[in-house]
């Protein structure tokens, strides 16, 4: 096993550990089918990251910086994008159906839906 198949793993068999990844830099990372529930990336830098079909549900983006990030499929429920830099982020088919929270400049925000 490698990369995500051992982080998800972990994940799996830690529950109820919340994943302190903050201030971390990821630009274009693979997360794709990463199990990122509850973690918190404050301020880590995911430009350019690969989060197609990641589950982000109660995970932490505040002040992310999220540009040309890929959100493809991902599950999106009860995420924090406050203050995210989200500039050509793609959220094409995710899960936002369940208390997305944008907060902070959400009105500055365009998603696509394709």
């Not at 999220?66 to 500039?87: D, Q, Y």
Request: hydrophobic share 45%.
């Amino acid at each position: 096993m490698q990369g995500i198949e051992v982080w998800n793993k972990w994940r799996k068999d830690n529950p109820d550990i919340k994943p302190d990844l903050t201030k971390a830099d990821f630009r274009n990372a693979d997360f794709s089918n990463a199990d990122l529930r509850n973690v918190d990336l404050w301020m880590s830098d995911l430009s350019g990251a690969n989060l197609c079909e990641a589950n982000l549900s109660g995970a932490n983006l505040r002040f992310a910086k999220c540009v040309n990030a890929a959100f493809r499929k991902a599950i999106i429920r009860n995420t924090i994008f406050a203050e995210a830099h989200l500039r050509n982020a793609r959220f094409n088919e995710a899960d936002l159906s369940f208390w997305l929270r944008l907060i902070g400049d959400s009105h500055l925000l365009t998603f696509s839906y394709r």
